[in-house]
């Protein structure tokens, strides 16, 4: 959080004090202009919000030394109740230029509070669920996760959607409840270098698993520098009547998101190569059999 932001915001809400509250010609002046006076108080309302919430992402970057221009859960939970607390100040500024009592029109909301529920019920739970995911430990940013059926890498959180980039450079945006009431895989608690790869393979397609292997391996010598030797693993994690689903792992050196997506494509290829040649020879001995 840069400091100089943090001390024009100061000094521009001690001047708008001084010009409302503690200076006699311009105090009078606004207060005998309704428009002025509520925008006066409004922008006093916000200034003093945006003040306290870079003022905590600062202690809180410095407590735990977090990098300059580097942000987290936490500091996107503080803007999601930043933006909440100054759209409720808002909403009253509103009321108070139509000469709109809050305390009384609140009041009067009382009759139809359960209507006003119902209606914005998805809207408070995603708002809820956002606020419990930016200051949890389930996912940060950056993480590579899964949620449902979306897989990919968390980059941002904020009041109502959660936003992944998946492995296509798709930008995700799922909302905060379904991502609350999801099953949530977080790849990257784990060992961020070591890989999986899921797949299926037709059972009259495949005579030898260790063949499958030893191919997929074969084709990644020209990543070899970047994966650690003998960690190749290819895995039958359940056999059905007609295929096999197959997960192949291997673990990198380092942690590489961009080296990690171009050998995903390199496998997969190589799989759909090895499937599609097995099928060719399967259809041409076929004829010869019959």
Not at 114 to 141: H, P, Q, R
Not at 181 to 203: G, P, W
Request: proline share 2%; with cysteine.
């Amino acid at each position: 959080m840069n400091k100089k932001w943090i001390w024009i915001n100061a000094i521009l809400l001690a001047a708008i004090i001084y010009l409302k509250y503690l200076n006699a010609f311009t105090g009078s002046y606004i207060a005998s202009h309704n428009l002025l006076g509520a925008t006066s108080t409004f922008f006093v309302f916000y200034m003093t919000i945006v003040l306290l919430s870079n003022i905590v992402k600062l202690i809180y970057s410095k407590k735990y030394k977090i990098p300059k221009n580097q942000t987290n859960n936490v500091y996107f939970g503080v803007d999601n109740i930043a933006r909440f607390t100054a759209t409720v100040g808002f909403f009253l500024y509103l009321l108070s230029v139509f000469g709109i009592n809050p305390k009384d029109f609140i009041t009067s909301l009382t009759i139809v509070a359960a209507a006003i529920a119902i209606l914005t019920k998805e809207f408070i739970v995603d708002y809820m669920s956002g606020l419990y995911l930016s200051f949890s430990n389930t996912f940060e940013i950056s993480d590579y996760v899964k949620i449902g059926d979306q897989k990919g890498k968390i980059v941002e959180i904020n009041m109502l959607k959660v936003k992944l980039l998946n492995d296509d450079d798709d930008l995700v945006i799922i909302p905060n409840s379904k991502v609350h009431y999801n099953e949530i895989i977080n790849y990257t608690k784990r060992d961020v270098r070591l890989m999986n790869i899921d797949f299926q393979i037709a059972l009259k397609y495949i005579n030898n698993i260790e063949q499958l292997e030893r191919e997929i391996i074969a084709s990644l010598r020209s990543f070899e520098q970047y994966i650690e030797p003998k960690s190749y693993n290819l895995k039958v994690v359940e056999m059905k009547m007609d295929h096999l689903d197959c997960k192949f792992q291997y673990t990198l050196i380092l942690a590489d998101m961009d080296m990690q997506r171009k050998i995903r494509k390199k496998t997969i290829r190589e799989v759909f190569n090895f499937i599609s040649s097995m099928k060719e020879h399967t259809e041409k001995q076929e004829p010869k059999n019959n």
